[in-house]
């Protein structure tokens, strides 16, 4: 699985962004996804989850209600969308993937992205 992300960016805080990953090498339906990220000096944290379907998600607390994970099965893609984003969002942000077989969000992943850089200024 070969995944490629982007649309991250330089932003204001409260304003947005929509990151996107595209997919190909496996039937992308069959896969389980996820965004990660890992700001300078800190672990790389799970902050959205989504289920091969779309019918299981789930978000870390430091996101809900700002975050929106969603996929597009027809289009191979999976995206984030960033909404009243905040200083402590600057970080670089991983798309990752997994074949799991069943419609369930899953917290460890086997192939990732590469990255793309999001920086909020105050």
């Known amino acids: 699985v070969q995944l490629q992300a982007s649309g991250g960016g330089h932003v204001q805080a409260g304003g947005s962004l929509r990151l996107s990953c595209a997919a190909s090498?496996?039937?992308?339906?069959?896969?389980?996804m996820a965004w990660f990220r890992q700001a300078p000096g800190k672990e790389r944290e799970l902050i959205a989850a989504?289920?091969?379907?779309?019918?299981?998600?789930y978000h870390a607390s430091s996101v809900k209600g700002r975050f929106t994970i969603s996929r597009d099965n027809a289009k191979n893609t999976m995206y984030l969308r960033m909404n009243s984003l905040k200083p402590e969002d600057t970080a670089v942000y991983y798309c990752?993937?997994?074949?799991?077989?069943?419609?369930?969000?899953?917290?460890?992943?086997?192939?990732w992205g590469q990255g793309t850089q999001v920086t909020v200024s105050s």
């Open positions: 990752a993937a997994k074949y799991v077989g069943q419609e369930v969000v899953v917290t460890t992943y086997d192939y």
């Open positions: 090498g496996r039937t992308f339906s069959s896969l389980s």
């Open positions: 989504i289920s091969w379907s779309g019918g299981g998600i």
